[in-house]
């Protein structure tokens, strides 16, 4: 049974900075696709980083340069250090497990078969 657990969220200031965490049990990741996601209420959910499975990381443009993801595969762990948070980063962010690889290491951006419960960020 995977599960996948975040933590990490809470409510701060403009500015300020945020680490998220996901722990996955009941499942060994290396070269898979997985990924953090954020929603906000009544929009789509969206990518941030997705882990392709080329070991490379993709960022959504709206967090380039403030958010920077990582994955332990040792630990079975994801995180996701939020940095110059901005009001519009206001969403429940989750981390999600299997995804859909395509070609070329390439991973789908919403198509993932474990999600978190997801954890809730408030920037004020």
């Known amino acids: 049974h995977v599960q996948l657990v975040e933590s990490g969220g809470g409510s701060v200031q403009a500015g300020g900075a945020l680490r998220l965490s996901c722990n996955v049990s009941?499942?060994?990741?290396?070269?898979?696709?997985m990924g953090w996601f954020r929603q906000v209420a009544g929009k789509e959910r969206e990518p941030v980083a997705i882990?392709?499975?080329?070991?490379?990381?993709r960022y959504a443009d709206f967090v380039k340069g403030r958010f920077a993801a990582s994955k332990d595969n040792g630990k079975n762990a994801l995180s996701l250090q939020m940095n110059s948070l901005k009001p519009e980063d206001t969403a429940m962010y989750f981390c999600a497990a299997e995804g859909i690889a395509w070609g070329g290491g390439y991973c789908d951006e919403t198509e993932y078969k474990n999600w978190g419960q997801g954890t809730q960020v408030t920037v004020s």
């Open positions: 009941g499942y060994t990741f290396s070269s898979e696709c």
């Open positions: 882990f392709d499975s080329d070991g490379s990381t």
